[in-house]
Nanobody, 121 residues
Framework: QVQLVESGGGLVQAGGSLSLSCAASGGTFSTYAMGWFRQALGKEREFVASIFRSFTYYGDSVKGRFTISRDNAKNTVYLQMNSLKPEDTAVYYC????????????????WGQGTQVTVSS
């Protein structure tokens, strides 16, 4: 079955950088967008970014600081996070959906288990 496994979370100081990876297995993903969402403690899930072929989408709070990329040969999506802020602290989830992707979390078909990112001030 389809599995998504995130890695790369951790603790970083404000202003620093961190890179997340998510490897997909158990299927063919050329027709799937791959995306990242996050959920901070006590808050609703928030769209971070998604990518499908040349189409990328970013949440307003991360535009200009985060970059999503994808290696189709490895079925892996990456999230490069720069200029991190304490408000970026959250559990980051990888997810996939058929089609262009975008911010509608409810439409995503598969989710990873999440990886914690903590940004200290």
């Amino acid at each position: 079955q389809v599995q998504l496994v995130e890695s790369g979370g951790g603790l970083v100081q404000a202003g620093g950088s961190l890179s997340l990876s998510c490897a997909a297995s158990g299927g063919t993903f050329s027709t799937y967008a791959m995306g990242w969402f996050r959920q901070a403690l006590g808050k609703e899930r928030e769209f971070v970014a998604s990518i499908f072929r040349s189409f990328t989408y970013y949440g307003d709070s991360v535009k200009g600081r985060f970059t999503i990329s994808r290696d189709n040969a490895k079925n892996t999506v990456y999230l490069q996070m720069n200029s991190l802020k304490p408000e970026d602290t959250a559990v980051y989830y990888c997810a996939i959906v058929r089609g262009l992707g975008g911010p509608r979390g409810g439409s995503y078909d598969y989710w990873g288990q999440g990886t914690q990112v903590t940004v200290s001030s």
